[in-house]
Every structure is written in structure tokens, then in C-alpha cells.
């Protein structure tokens, strides 16, 4: 045997421990890890339970706060009814007071004032109406003239 085969047997073994190594080197560690969590039927229950009593809740809520409109919305209702009632009694009293024939008795009976005998009329006068010329004053409205 020559030198280089023998020294090629002896590189043999490093070989293969060099290429062990770097194999192992290379290889990917692997380990083991928890599972990802899986949700259970109780805790599945749990929750269900919970966004059912959540939503019940919601609607008590809902509903009380239309209830509480509600009674205020009566409450106006029956106010509103109450001052139109009064605004109606008051008006009649208004027509009343303001009926001609009370204010004529209270003026006669109360201030002692008479209607006047006469009540001279002035006619209607249109102007510039060739019909119905204005008539001339005969006596100054001012009193006499100096």
C-alpha cells in the first residue's frame, strides 16, 4: 500500500465525522409546544350564557327607558289638555267682556254716559268723482274769521 492510500483511509473516519457534525448542524430542532386552545362546550356555554343575559339586560333597559318616555309623554298629554280647557274658558270670558251690549249697560250704568238724540252722518266722499262734488264748507270748522 502506498502513502496515499493510506492516508486516504485515515481521512475516512474525519470525513465522516465532519459530515455527522455539520448533518447535525443542519438539522432542524424540533420541540414539542402546547396545542392551540380549543374552546370546551362549558366554556362555550359560559359565554353563551353570557351574551344572553347580556342581551336581556339590553332589552330591560330599552324597554324601561320607553316606558319612562312614555309616562312623560301622558303627563304633557294631560297638561296640554288641562291649559287648552283653561285657554277656552278664558276666551269665553274675553267674548263675553267684549260683547256690545255689556259694554253699552256698563258705560250707561256705571259711568252714567246717554247716547246722543241726534247722530249727524257725513256722506261717503270719493275723490276726483264728478257725480259727487265736495261740497264748500258754509262755516269755517275753526271758528270765525277775523
Known amino acids: 500500500m502506498s ?32 396545542s392551540p386552545r380549543v374552546w370546551s362546550l362549558g366554556a362555550l ?6 351574551m344572553l343575559f347580556g342581551a336581556l339586560l339590553g332589552a330591560v333597559v330599552v324597554q324601561t327607558g320607553v316606558v319612562q318616555h312614555q309616562v312623560e309623554k301622558d303627563e304633557l298629554g294631560d297638561r296640554i289638555a288641562e291649559q287648552s280647557e ?8 274675553v267674548a263675553k267682556l267684549e260683547a ?19 247722530r249727524p252722518y257725513l256722506p261717503p266722499v270719493v275723490p276726483d ?5 265736495v261740497p264748500f264748507p258754509g262755516v269755517s270748522p275753526f271758528g270765525a274769521s277775523e
Open 45 to 50: 356555554g359560559v359565554f353563551a350564557f353570557l
Open 3 to 34: 502513502r496515499s492510500s493510506t492516508a486516504r483511509k485515515s481521512d475516512a473516519p474525519k470525513r465522516s465525522q465532519r459530515a455527522e457534525k455539520s448533518a447535525r448542524s443542519k438539522r432542524i430542532q424540533l420541540r414539542a409546544i402546547d
Open 100 to 118: 256690545p251690549q255689556r259694554i253699552l249697560s256698563e258705560a250707561q250704568e256705571r259711568l252714567g254716559m246717554v247716547t246722543p238724540d241726534n
Open 86 to 93: 283653561l285657554q277656552d274658558r278664558l276666551s269665553l270670558d
Open 129 to 133: 268723482d264728478p257725480l259727487t262734488p
